[in-house]
Nanobody, 124 residues
């Protein structure tokens, strides 16, 4: 069982930046493909970004590419999502997720472990 905990959400004005972090208690995340997803009330959960195991290949939702960056720390205990040039439509609860198999893709059903989520609110 992998317990994921997100941090770093908050309120920011449009054009601003936030950095989200995801950590697993007591273990590294090096053996998992990691993803970030977001959800707005009343809508389906949406893929945002994913990062592979070594090497750190990445994959993004088209609307966030060039603005968001997913990365791992050197110790491979944390996965971060740096979000720049935020827009009001980026407002959502952001969750990290981990999967032990499968490819670098947006398939939500492949992810085995999920965090509780952190709220990101972008004001106009």
């Amino acid at each position: 069982q992998v317990q994921l905990v997100e941090s770093g959400g908050g309120l920011v004005q449009a054009g601003g930046s936030l950095r989200l972090s995801c950590a697993a208690s007591g273990r590294t995340l090096s053996s998992y493909i990691m993803g970030w997803f977001r959800q707005v009330p009343g809508k389906e959960r949406e893929f945002v970004a994913a990062i592979s195991r070594i090497p750190d290949s990445t994959y993004y939702l088209a609307s966030v590419k060039g603005r968001f960056t997913i990365s791992r720390d050197n110790a491979r205990t944390t996965v971060s999502l740096q979000m720049n040039s935020l827009r009001p439509e980026d407002t959502a609860v952001y969750s990290c997720a981990a999967k032990g198999s499968g490819g670098l893709n947006s398939r939500i059903e492949e992810y085995d472990y999920w965090g509780q989520g952190t709220q990101v609110t972008v004001s106009s």
